[in-house]
């Protein structure tokens, strides 16, 4: 005893022992006979498990009485062909699933020979194979080799999903170029504007007060001049400035910024760092230009398009158009919570006993959608029903918006599905419309007869009656009824 507590009354944690000796032990999949593979299952059902690296690949074998065979390695891309004339031959008179994890584009160019070999390419997400590994054979391990087990495994007790690739039309090929383009546009110059940020705030630091930093007009006279002195020391500057930002630009901001760059407390410019500064603002105009293009290119892919219309008149062709490259069709799914699950929309919660956790998304869809669905909704702010229910669950969560704002996009994410589906037009008023209205009191027993007949329902039901009798209640008098 020690402590009250008997040690052999302790219980311990079973693990699955494993049948043989390195089971996960590989051979190269050249020395694969399948001949001897097949031996005695002539006509047996089998699920082929691969797991996808950037070098190596490894298949594994499960026949349909839960015994498997393998694995097998093969080098990424020079042994694809092996991997497809093994499979081909052991799917020769069988019915064979081929599996695979979503591993990025390491695996497409095996998915694409597989499909174009006739076979039948799963999918198994990997979330699955990853919880699955421990009640696989109860070790708290992964690696590759019994991974390849863990998807054959799922993909026979019907976890997987078909999985063909398939190409593309010659429109969405265009439309997943401009929506690539505007991300990678969105990227850099989020990079580039974070640079002239703190370029600015070195040099110059008076320029941000007076205009934002994304302002065409202060780009171009970064890109122009390259910092303040050489703005100070410009004759012209005024008219140049003016031209710049036309009516945007008022005369007191000209005024405004002239002063600042003779007048500035920032640290003075070297030859080359005036040189960095240009370029950088130089960088960030042609990024501008980039996404104004792609935006336009979207919008007139996007024109005709009914569901790319219906849901760009909600949130803009750019959004709508990363949406659909994304997650596709939104007629494609079920009902509008699957559609916000393939989002990361969806919340999930981690609480056990007195232990309550708080509810947050998933984040399991495309990043890229959520960062552009979290810009639509921010514009969405602007509606005033939305703006009341926004600024009600921020009071609510001690100021803080970014629980709220999610709100505001899990409600949207639904809505645009039904936008898209049952062809109607988005009203922001319908997102958050506010409690039910109450309905008049009923008594129990107009509640359990259910809605009243009628008038001439009942006065059908009468004809051919006598008079009706009085009824007593149990406790009380005789009831009088209407009319004696």
């Not at 699955?128 to 054959?152: L, N, T, W």
């Not at 410019?269 to 979207?298: M, N, P, Y």
């Not at 559609?339 to 609480?351: H, T, V």
Request: overall charge positive.
């Amino acid at each position: 005893m020690c402590g009250g507590v008997n040690p052999s009354a302790q219980v311990k944690q079973e693990v699955i022992p494993v049948r043989t000796k390195r089971a996960y032990r590989a051979k190269e999949i050249n020395a694969a006979s399948v001949s001897q593979v097949v031996a005695g299952r002539k006509g047996c059902r089998a699920t082929i498990g691969i797991d996808v690296g950037k070098t190596d690949m490894f298949v594994m074998l499960r026949w349909e009485d839960g015994t498997f065979a393998g694995p097998w390695h093969a080098q990424n891309t020079t042994e694809i062909r092996t991997i497809v004339e093994f499979l081909v031959s052991l799917a020769h008179g069988r019915e064979l699933i081929v599996a695979m994890e979503p591993t990025g584009t390491y695996g497409d160019a095996l998915r694409y020979a597989l499909t174009q070999a006739g076979l039948n390419v799963h999918r198994v997400q990997g979330k699955a194979s990853h919880d699955y590994a421990e009640i696989f054979d109860g070790v708290p391990s992964q690696h590759d080799r019994k991974d390849a087990a863990v998807v054959a495994e799922l993909a026979a007790l019907g976890k997987s999903a078909p999985w063909p690739y398939d190409a593309e039309s010659v429109e969405n090929q265009e439309r997943t170029y401009w929506v690539q383009r505007l991300e990678a546009a969105q990227v850099t110059g989020q990079m580039w504007m974070g640079r002239l940020e703190g370029l600015l705030a070195r040099h110059w630091p008076e320029a941000t007060k007076l205009l934002k930093l994304n302002s065409i007009s202060l780009l171009k006279t970064l890109a122009h001049y390259g910092g303040p002195e050489e703005l100070a020391a410009d004759a012209g500057a005024a008219a140049r400035l003016a031209g710049w930002g036309r009516s945007l630009l008022t005369a007191e901001k000209i005024r405004g910024l002239l002063e600042s760059a003779a007048e500035t407390v920032g640290v003075p410019q070297g030859d080359f760092e005036r040189k960095w500064l240009r370029d950088c603002a130089k960088q960030a105009l042609a990024v501008r230009r980039t996404k104004q293009q792609a935006k336009r290119e979207l919008q007139r892919l996007g024109e005709g398009k009914p569901v790319l219309s219906r849901l760009a008149a909600a949130i803009g062709y750019a959004t709508a158009s990363v949406l659909w490259v994304y997650l596709g069709n939104p007629q494609g799914y079920h009902c509008g919570e699957a559609y916000r699950k393939a989002m990361g929309l969806n919340l999930k919660e981690r609480s056990s006993g007195r232990s309550k956790g708080q509810l947050r998304i998933t984040k399991r869809g495309p990043g890229a959608v959520r960062r552009w669905l979290y810009l639509a909704a921010m514009r969405l702010l602007r509606e005033e029903t939305v703006r009341d229910w926004f600024e009600g669950k921020k009071a609510k969560d001690g100021d803080r918006g970014g629980k709220a704002l999610v709100g505001v996009m899990r409600k949207l994410a639904v809505a645009l599905y039904r936008v898209g589906v049952d062809d109607v037009a988005f009203d922001a008023a319908k997102l958050f419309p506010g409690k039910p209205l109450k309905q008049p009191p009923t008594s129990a027993r107009a509640r359990q007869k259910g809605p009243p007949l009628r008038a001439s329902a009942v006065t059908s039901s009468r004809e051919g009656r006598g008079p009706r009798r009085r009824r007593r209640r149990k406790g009380l008098g005789a009831t009088p009824v209407a009319g004696e």
